[in-house]
């Protein structure tokens, strides 16, 4: 069983295995365990609200640090900068990480879901 997917640079990601059981895997790593772990490492481990001044340059490292694990290139740090700042936001003003957590994993769960389904009706149609 291979766990992988291909995806071709420049075009839509479309899962190419032809297996339900590493689809349902590739959904539970991508929708859920994969924003789980950015939020639990970008906000909560790297955000501290012991001064002002440590919320600010941590925030501030953490965005750039999520930004670098995702981005090609500057304008995609920027843009990525971008992406993360409502997650930080809701984290910093709440002090909740499971409001950027479920966030996050909504925001996932829109990005990817049209992907799963595609994939796994096209495994049960052929």
């Given at each position: 069983?291979?766990?992988?997917?291909?995806?071709?640079e420049d075009t839509v990601s479309i899962i190419v295995?032809?297996?339900?059981?590493?689809?349902?895997?590739?959904?539970?790593?991508?929708?859920?365990?994969?924003?789980?772990?950015?939020?639990?490492?970008?906000?909560?481990?790297?955000?501290?609200?012991?001064?002002?001044?440590?919320?600010?340059?941590?925030?501030?490292?953490?965005?750039?640090?999520?930004?670098?694990?995702?981005?090609?290139?500057?304008?995609?740090?920027?843009?990525w900068i971008i992406m993360a700042l409502p997650v930080?936001?809701?984290?910093?003003?709440?002090?909740?990480?499971?409001?950027?957590?479920?966030?996050?994993?909504?925001?996932?769960?829109?990005?990817?879901?049209?992907?799963?389904?595609?994939?796994?009706?096209?495994?049960?149609?052929?």
């Open positions: 069983m291979n766990f992988s997917y291909y995806v071709e295995h032809n297996d339900i059981i590493p689809t349902f895997f590739y959904a539970l790593m991508m929708i859920v365990m994969k924003p789980v772990a950015e939020e639990f490492f970008f906000r909560k481990a790297l955000i501290s609200f012991d001064s002002k001044s440590q919320t600010v340059i941590f925030t501030i490292i953490s965005l750039i640090l999520c930004a670098l694990t995702r981005a090609h290139g500057p304008l995609g740090i920027l843009e930080t936001i809701a984290y910093i003003v709440t002090k909740n990480i499971y409001i950027s957590v479920m966030a996050h994993v909504l925001f996932e769960f829109y990005d990817n879901i049209y992907e799963v389904v595609y994939t796994v009706g096209r495994i049960l149609n052929r």
